[in-house]
């Protein structure tokens, strides 16, 4: 199918969409309903494919092809350094088609072309890569026990694992649960969002032109209550990793505890706090808090929500953060330049607009920005509020938008309390240039990730993953191959001893 008609869209030579089906098995195949839906073009909210919807099914017909990759086939049997060539050829092979893979993510995404392929692409690879150096690094103990033993600790796969992945970055949330879970020995079902299903299918192409065996990786498009709660409850999968909200992480927390007990990762929501002290290099607080805040579109889950601004240089942050949102180029994620593309699908777009009218309501200043951009697609405006209050429900909830809301604060002490009254724990930052400061705030931070001076700053080989309800578990490198590995205890007679 060609990309969709768009004055802006640039001609990409040759480009199709070229996987819509389900991929069970090593192979392309058509839903067992027959059912399809479309994937739309946030840019202008037509359809851009036709993609095959799987529902339990499928899963079923999935997790049978999972197992039995898992208990016959070649997969779990390889050595982690002959699983590790595979998943660095995998690597290769993303890289070497960075250009229609960003293509593709732009298309049913929307985020900046640019960003797909320095950003989204590159981590992932870099992700793969990171993980397949550490499959051939994994060893458990030996020791002499009480008594003529020795004991034994073996690291193992849980067997079929499962994934459902969301839509905000889908070739990087798709690599995060994937190659760890294969790099681990074992086979797995991954769901992708409903928004944005088809570079996992291109990847799931990738991965088996890389030599990952049939059935070992299965991709499953369709939706959450569907085909996403066939995963969380199937009897058959033994771990279940989900990235999304912190709503229906809960729902997937509880389908695998009533189904077979399998252990969960969840990477859920976050209302992080980002915190500018007023000793703070002011051009730089505002850089990092717009990086903070409106970075893909403000549809990341660490996004720095409440910019808590010290009340000595509230009135200059807010006039210099105002002035650079103003400066933000929206439009055609294509169009070389553009920072900001549409938001992802319509009910994101509307659930925004409901918040900024939210905070409105509730007092909050508008100060800049507030609506939509142009009559076709989901884009808004860089929005920033001031006077936010701790109790509006724009400082409570997660927008995932590009919302700004600037809170102030007084002292250090009344800070620590407000930045940490939240349900969630993803991340934090701080930006002041006293190093006893942010250490100390670093430290008091209920959260996964503090940033000092930067923010929205990754590496595979750092932990990722919540404090209290953003989270169980933790992702990137050698953490995210043990959260798919269990340990078992091997005892044997010493003679002589
Ligand atoms: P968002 O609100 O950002 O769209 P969600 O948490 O709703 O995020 O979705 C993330 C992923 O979870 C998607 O793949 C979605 O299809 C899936 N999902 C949604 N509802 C359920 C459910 N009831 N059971 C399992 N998966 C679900």
């Known amino acids: 199918m060609a990309p969709p008609s768009s004055e802006h869209a640039p001609a990409y030579p ?82 070497q088609n960075v250009d229609e893979l960003a293509y593709l993510e732009t298309l049913d995404n929307g985020k900046p072309l640019f960003f797909s392929k320095y950003a989204d692409v590159a981590s992932s690879v870099k992700c793969v890569r990171t993980v397949a150096g550490w499959a051939d690094k994994i060893s458990g103990q030996t020791f002499k026990m009480d008594g003529p033993y020795q004991g034994m600790s073996v690291y193992e796969p849980y ?24 790099a681990a020995g074992n086979t797995t079902v991954v769901k992708p969002a409903e928004q944005t299903p088809l570079t996992a299918l ?53 389908a695998a505890a009533k ?29 990092i808090a717009n990086v903070a805040l409106f970075f893909n579109m403000g549809q990341c889950c660490t996004a720095g929500s409440r910019i808590f601004v010290q ?3 509230y009135e200059a942050f807010v ?39 939210s905070g409105k309501a509730e007092g909050a200043k508008l100060l800049t920005g507030g609506n939509p951009v142009g009559n076709k697609g989901y884009f808004i405006e860089p929005t920033i509020f001031g006077d936010v209050k701790d109790d509006m429900k724009i400082a409570r909830e997660e927008i995932f938008g ?15 309390k407000r930045a940490n009254n939240s349900m969630y724990g993803l991340a934090a930052g701080v930006v002041t240039k006293d190093m006893d400061v942010a250490n100390r705030l670093a430290r008091s931070f209920r959260a996964g990730t503090v940033w000092i001076n930067c923010y929205h700053v990754y590496d595979q080989s750092l932990p990722f993953g919540g404090y209290k309800m953003s989270g169980i578990g933790r992702e990137h490198g050698l953490h995210s191959i043990l959260a798919h590995m269990q340990l078992k205890a091997i005892i044997t007679p010493l003679k002589d001893s």
């Not at 067997?159 to 294969?182: C, D, E, H, R």
Request: proline share 6%; hydrophobic share 45%.
């Open 259 to 287: 189904s077979n007990l399998k252990p969960v990762t969840l990477e859920l929501g976050g209302k992080s706090p980002l915190v500018i002290c007023e000793d703070a290099d002011l051009d730089a607080a505002v850089d």
């Open 159 to 182: 067997g079929v694992t499962g994934a459902i992945i969301p839509w905000n970055f889908p070739i990087l949330m798709f690599v995060l649960k994937v190659a760890p879970s294969l």
């Open 202 to 254: 291109y990847l799931a192409a990738l991965a088996k032109q890389a030599g990952v065996p049939d059935g070992a990786l299965n991709v499953v498009p369709g939706f959450g209550p569907t085909a996403g709660a066939a995963i969380a409850g199937h009897m058959d999968i033994n771990k279940v990793g989900f990235t999304g909200s912190t709503e229906v992480g809960r729902i997937i927390m509880e």
């Open 14 to 95: 040759g480009f199709s969409v070229k996987y819509t089906k389900l991929f069970i098995n090593g192979e392309f195949v058509d839903a067992i309903s027959s059912k399809t839906f479309e994937t739309l073009d946030p840019r202008t909210g037509e359809a851009l494919a036709s993609v095959a919807e799987g529902d339990a099914a499928d899963v079923e017909k999935a997790v049978a092809a999972a197992r039995k990759a898992f208990e016959e086939g070649p997969w779990p049997r390889l050595s982690g350094y002959q699983r590790g060539r595979i998943l660095f050829k995998f690597a290769d092979l993303m890289e």
């Open 402 to 416: 590009p919302v700004m809301s600037v809170l102030k604060f007084k002292t250090l002490d009344e800070l620590v």
């Open 311 to 313: 009340e000595s240089i």
């Open 319 to 357: 006039n210099k953060a105002v002035e650079k949102a103003k400066k933000r180029v929206v439009g055609d994620p294509f169009k070389a330049g553009v920072e900001q593309g549409p938001q992802v699908d319509e009910t994101q777009f509307k659930k925004i607009l409901e918040y900024i009218e």
